[in-house]
């Protein structure tokens, strides 16, 4: 593939046109190929299936490491079997480096203490490519920058970072983000696997 940011497994939301209304529809990539996309098409969206014919043109959204990729694009084959697949091009592609998929997830994230102080063990409650919300019952300096171990799975290694931490209006006074400066790309390409297996979960429950 051409485009090294673009692989299997990642979602791409594809935007409906019906004349009346647009909808948007997410997909996952099955295989990326050269000049196009094959994407997996939910069967509870069969019923836009009319307005995906070969050769409509319609918008795509790819969720890759570096962020929202948004581009142009042509259907080249029609929903069929749960198949789909547009037509990718780099020409018209922009990428929002600020915008990721964000999933509620529980797990440790450590905060490397400054100076003598241990370790801080702290709880997440979301995440994304871009950062990670959660619960500290240690002080910490809302707008310092701090480096972070993130507990992704029991089986792989810590994942190391380091970010700005931020407090926002959240309900729990001792609710945190802490926006990444420093993640390892390929560190932050897992994160956001996490978060697509995550939403593909739940989605698979509700379908149920």
């Known amino acids: 593939m051409h485009n090294r940011a673009v692989k299997k497994g990642q979602k791409v939301q594809v935007e409906v046109d019906t004349g009346i209304s647009k909808t948007i529809i997410d997909c996952y990539i099955l295989e990326p190929e050269s000049d196009r996309l094959v994407l997996s098409f939910p069967a509870s969206q069969k019923e836009y299936i009319p307005y995906l014919s070969e050769g409509t043109e319609i918008k795509a959204f790819v969720y890759s490491f570096t962020g929202i990729m948004i581009f142009d694009s042509i259907v080249f084959d029609s929903p069929f079997n749960g198949i789909f697949v547009i ?6 592609q922009v990428i929002q480096r600020r915008r990721y998929l964000r999933m509620p997830f529980i797990s440790d994230f450590f905060i490397v203490g400054k100076g003598d102080n241990d370790n801080i063990k702290t709880a997440t ?7 990670v919300r959660f619960l500290c019952e240690e002080p910490i300096d809302v707008g310092a ?8 799975d029991e089986f792989s290694s810590l994942i190391k970072v380091s970010g700005i931490i931020l407090q926002k209006n959240f309900y729990r006074s001792n609710e945190y983000v802490m926006e990444f400066l420093k993640i390892n790309e390929k560190d932050r390409d897992k994160i956001i696997q996490k978060c697509l297996l995550i939403e593909r979960l739940q989605n698979s429950k509700s379908n149920s």
């Open 125 to 131: 409650v979301d995440l994304s490519g871009g950062g």
């Open 145 to 152: 920058e701090y480096d972070a171990r993130l507990r992704l």
């Open 87 to 92: 037509e990718f091009s780099n020409q018209h």
